[in-house]
């Protein structure tokens, strides 16, 4: 799977790797992707994270390290790990998504009748994020997610009544990200089946919505 990091309208190749202390041996550490940070007991915040095999290759970025490429395999315990890239594995897509807000929540997910259920795609790890001072402060998501081509969603971010749309598509080999405004305006390109099919849901503004 190639690897993107998605953060507003920016869509980046790859993703930041972060050097942790073992939880069971803290002189040995290991390598992989986190999502969230770290909080206290009655905090929100949560921090998630994907390790990395060794045999996964990494670039140098500066003095930062990148993973581009991946497929998904588990620990010893059962937990999501991200493995060399398997030949039967090029056609899905891993994104970071890591929001960024100010006092406001960020809504990801699809609104149904009656429940909240899973965003497009399949959701490796959730973690969260909070910010604004004391009681006013406020949380939102961070999810490692895999996408199929095709897939497209929106993720709206609630600015004090004052939303921004991003609209995302993936595609075989790339993640086209869009502001909501940019993205009505592109009824004669490629992306027009998306348009059309999103304009139905122009009035769930607080939420995310596949478009299927």
Not at 74 to 79: D, I, L, Q, S, V
Request: charged share 30%; with cysteine; glycine share 8%.
């Amino acid at each position: 799977m190639k690897i993107f990091t998605i953060i507003g309208k920016e869509v980046q190749e790859g993703a930041v790797v972060t050097e942790k202390p073992l939880s069971s041996n803290p002189e040995i550490k290991i390598k992989g992707i986190v999502v969230g940070e770290r909080g206290g007991r009655k905090s929100p915040k949560r921090e998630a994270f994907l390790p990395i095999s060794p045999d996964v290759p990494l670039i140098k970025e500066g003095n930062t390290e990148k993973v581009l490429y991946g497929s998904l395999g588990k620990t010893r315990k059962g937990a999501p790990k991200l493995i060399k890239e398997r030949s039967d594995d090029k056609e899905k897509i891993l994104c970071v998504i890591l929001t960024r807000f100010i006092r406001g929540k960020v809504y990801y997910y699809p609104l149904d009748d009656n429940f909240w259920p899973s965003p497009p795609g399949i959701t490796v790890l959730q973690g969260f994020i909070t910010d604004g001072p004391g009681r006013y402060a406020d949380w939102c998501e961070q999810l490692i997610q895999v996408f199929s081509p095709g897939d497209a969603f929106k993720i709206v971010h609630t600015y004090w009544k004052h939303p921004r749309t991003h609209i995302y598509i993936i595609n075989k080999d790339s993640v086209a990200a869009f502001l909501k405004e940019e993205f009505l305006s592109l009824s004669e390109t490629e992306y027009k089946k998306y348009v059309e099919k999103y304009k139905k849901f122009l009035k769930q503004e607080y939420s995310i919505d596949p478009i299927v």
